[in-house]
């Protein structure tokens, strides 16, 4: 049985400018703060570093559209840091900023793949101006080159991607549902916390059944505000209201002949859930401002995170939509409560990612795999995906090891007493963490670990650990 969807690239979302983030590393407070507030200025989100050796900790954790960095820093240069990083797409693109005069930097800078450099002209100050176009740019370049590595592995591939993979009693339920439920046109409620698969499934039942040759349609509930949402759902006429010059069909009568992915639907506002009862008994419906009825031939999967018994015991859901959307229920359980799930998806992505961003890395080590299912993967599958994206693009080596993997990841875990690590680094590092948390002042977790305040500094830096760790900052 194989259930294939394009679903994971088909669903991804083109980050709005406003949101893009961008890592600053500086070792220079001044300059830091000053980088930091021209690109606020330009609506980019921006976490600095004072190191590459931080830099990299924070991009093994975290998603960063772009890295601006400064090429003299305390131990490993921003050039370095690039040789480290790679080029995009596999990386972010990395501005480096170089000191005046310094052509031989800038040239290996190039060569070493920046996609900018900018000289720090320093009291003027004038390339703090330049950096935020710089950065925009960069960034609309990597995401060309991205799209086009995607495209690229789609033409490639004999099998589409994005099956549905696991090997938990509760998946395997899940896919034989899917069967069931696909060619009959009964509606489905999917329901499951965030980043469960709740889209991928709607997308398989969709392409498994005999509308698959007709549109899928999706339908977000709790993205628009209620009087847009009746027009996005059911369309309007011209003149309904102001701005609605032409008449424009609503997704309902998009998706005839097809099926109707109803996301959010426990953020349904209350005027909504009406008509939306309406459609579902009758399926028919008026436009907004239009008397003409219309009827459409439409399949409707519903999902939501919401728990939808309690939302009807508070009043917030109307107990008869309730009745008429639960006729097939299929719960996708948290990631957390099937572990046996994590090894073949973090494989399944591991090579996803491999092979887009052309990397020659074959699998995990045993400690990293037991570090990832012992996680507990609060985002789900997304989150295990996003990690793996980024885990792939740093690692250097042809297997995952713990290192590579975000610290918040096996500070988390509790299955990894200190007893079975076998590596003194991060024997090390875990300790001067959990000291360094249970202590007030540098000072005294320096005392405890029997190092000098500078030698737990250095560490910290090596290990990208920050002061804010400590109790009370010193
Ligand atoms: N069993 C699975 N096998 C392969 N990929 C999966 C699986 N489950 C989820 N994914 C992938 O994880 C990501 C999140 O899935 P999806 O968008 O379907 O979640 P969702 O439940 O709709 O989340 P949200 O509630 O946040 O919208 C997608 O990229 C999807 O392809
Ligand atoms: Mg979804």
Known sequence: MSLTERTADQTQRVTPAAFRRVLVVDDDPLHRELSRRALEREGLAVEVAESAEEALARLREQHFDAVVSDYKLPGMTGLELLQRLGRPPAAPPLVLVTA????????????????EYVVKDVPALGYLEMLPTLIQEAIRRSELLRENARLREQLQQSSPDGLLVGRSAAIRRVLALIEEVAPVDSTVLITGESGTGKELVARAIHRRSPRAS???????????????????????????????????????ERANGGTLFLDE????????????????????????????????????IAATNRDLQQLVREGKFREDLYYRVNVIPIHLPPLRERPEDIAPLAYHFLRRFARRFNKPIEGFTARAMEVLTAYAWPGNVRELENLIERVVVLCRADRIDVEDLPSHLWRKSKTMPLETVDNLELVEKLT????????????????RLGISRTTLYAKMRKYGLDTTLLKHSS
């Open 432 to 447: 001067i963490e959990r000291v360094v948390r249970t202590s007030s002042t540098v000072a005294e977790a320096a005392r």
């Open 214 to 252: 007709g549109p899928f349609v999706v339908a977000n509930c709790a993205a628009l505000p209620e009087s847009l949402l009746e027009s996005e759902l059911f369309g309007h006429e011209a003149g309904a209201f102001t701005g609605a010059r032409a008449a424009r069909k609503g997704r309902f």
């Open 265 to 300: 639907l426990g953020d349904i506002p209350p005027k909504a859930q009406v008509d939306l009862l309406r459609v579902l008994q009758e399926r028919e419906f008026e436009r907004v401002g239009g008397t003409q009825t219309i009827r459409v031939d439409v399949r409707i």
């Open 100 to 115: 005046l005069g310094d052509q031989r930097v800038a040239a290996e800078a190039l060569k070493a793949g920046a996609q």
